[in-house]
């Protein structure tokens, strides 16, 4: 069975562009999670989506960062205006449900903002 | 504030040696504490983890110990091999009133080195 994929896997952006990062879960997984990992440190928590619907959004820096998961299975992290200290590896994990306790990582998407 | 500590930030091991990987917390509330794994390129993956009703687990060579009053846990591999070599992350979370631990705050990872 596949795992968690993330595309694309680099995105090279410009200062002030949108960008859109997509995450597919494992099949099945209900619930799906988004973090940032900046060079050097731990990956940091920023939403959380139980189904449709995003049950913890706490860790999104600021209202430039927003994510989606329509239809319960694929995710967007969406960043409008990007500056270059949004430049990190975004990473997504999926549960089977939020009580499973492992979380499966994708390889994730490494965002560069020039 | 940075709610998990991790030590050290490197370690070179020999193969066959002991690996010992260190982390302290600081919020009580914490009640789930999982290792990850993490190779270039790739995303973290679930090693071990372990809830503070234990003091320790053993998976196969790998193996945590938890020390609730002093707020530490560590991850030790025994007979450390190439293969092993990677970048390690403990983490904690917080049951919330669901009764899910989804919140990991990891620690800022030991990158280790086994030398063969």
């Known amino acids: 069975g596949a795992g968690v994929s993330q595309t694309p896997s680099n995105k090279v952006t410009e200062k002030g562009k949108y960008v859109e990062l997509r995450c597919d879960p494992i099949s099945g997984h209900t619930a799906l999670y988004w973090y940032r990992q900046s060079l050097g440190q731990g990956p940091e928590f920023l939403i959380y989506?139980?189904?449709?619907?995003?049950?913890?959004d706490s860790g999104l820096p600021n209202d430039r960062f927003f994510a989606v998961r329509p239809e319960g299975s694929v995710s967007t992290l969406k960043i409008q205006r990007t500056e270059r200290g949004d430049s990190a590896v975004y990473l997504c994990?999926?549960?089977?449900?939020?009580?499973?306790?492992?979380?499966?990582f994708g390889p994730g998407t490494r965002l560069t903002v020039l | 504030q940075q709610q998990v500590k991790q030590s050290p930030q490197s370690l070179i091991v020999q193969k066959g040696g002991i690996s010992i990987i260190n982390c302290a917390y600081e919020?009580?509330?914490?009640?789930?504490f999982p290792w990850y794994q993490q190779f270039p390129g790739k995303g973290p993956a679930l090693l071990i983890a372990i809830r503070p009703d234990v003091s320790e687990k053993k998976e196969g060579r790998f193996t945590i110990s938890f020390n609730k009053s002093a707020k530490q846990f560590s991850l030790h591999i025994m007979d450390s091999q190439p293969g092993d070599s990677a970048t390690y992350f403990c983490?904690?979370?917080?049951?919330?009133?669901?009764?899910?631990?989804?919140?990991?705050?990891f620690g800022k990872g030991t990158l280790l080195t086994v030398n063969p």
């Open positions: 983490a904690a979370s917080i049951r919330d009133s669901g009764g899910s631990n989804y919140k990991l705050t």
């Open positions: 989506f139980q189904g449709t619907g995003a049950a913890d």
């Open positions: 994990a999926s549960s089977l449900t939020p009580w499973a306790g492992e979380q499966f």
């Open positions: 919020n009580t509330a914490f009640d789930y």
